[in-house]
């Protein structure tokens, strides 16, 4: 790909493999780290339930939502900055790391001090001033892939983020917008051996923004992980039924706990070390 020559987001050899550490957890090559949590915190009590039913069954890595981008104006758009106060109570019980969208410069300064990992959601991913932003942090980045971006955008995005010093940027599948409405994206599969041939950036998938209905998660992270996913990033719920946002492809915590079990066989298989923390049932 000629834009890409000269870059830094490029793979130069076939060994060429980043490794982004967030304190002890590794993404990248070999390993295979699982994000959970619900698409939006809603309330402390959901927040605290859900964060220690997802360590427990092998997340490293909360999904911890305060901001949300939605499609109507009307639509519930996050429990807002005083969640803040929710992501230091999740702290202090769990081990989890946590992991927050900021779609703004200020959230970026109501967030930095309570988070582990930056992400940059599918809307914002051609947000350049903000990519220029986060570049500046010493945060890992999780930078989710345009709904209607080519793998050469969004590797230049990546390079947004590199070239204003932050190397540590974890790429996303999410899925990308096809004539197909059955499910809510297209799971671009290819994406990610074709990702892991252009650069050397860890690569995870959202098996559930992909997919749009929780039947359809788990063969979505299924596929993921044996197309040589480094990790997902998985909504679970207490209850998906009453969610406020994204209910229907949200994992109740039995189906999560399914989930766990053969994504903990399939890397297995793949020869990819799992990573948990010490309160995971398989420690
Ligand atoms: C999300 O992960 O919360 C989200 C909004 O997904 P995406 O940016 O991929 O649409
Ligand atoms: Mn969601």
Known sequence: MQSLKNTKVRKQNSEHNTIVKCNDVSFGEGYCVVIAGPCAIENIEMALLTAREVEVQGAVVFRSS?????????????????????????????NLLLESEVLSREHLETLYDHIDLIRIGSRNMDNYELLKEVGTTDKPIILKRGMSSTL??????????????????ILCERGIRTFETYTRNTFD??????????????????????????????????????????????EVHPEPETALSDGGQSLSFEDFKLLMKEVSDLAELFKKQLITTTKNVRN
Do not use: C, M, W
Not at 67 to 81: D, L
Not at 207 to 220: D, I, N
């Open 189 to 234: 599969v290819l994406a990610i051996p074709a990702l892991k041939e252009l650069t050397h950036l860890p690569v995870i998938v959202d098996p559930s923004h992909s997919s749009g209905r929780s039947s359809l998660v788990p063969a979505a992270s299924k596929a993921a992980i044996a197309a040589g996913a480094d990790g997902l990033i998985v």
């Open 152 to 169: 050469e955008e969004f590797l230049l995005a990546a390079e947004y983020i590199l070239s204003n010093g932050n190397e540590k940027v």
């Open 66 to 94: 305060l901001f949300k981008p939605r499609t109507s104006p009307y639509s519930f758009q996050g429990y807002g900055a005083k969640g803040v106060e929710i992501l230091k109570a999740i702290k202090s019980e769990t």
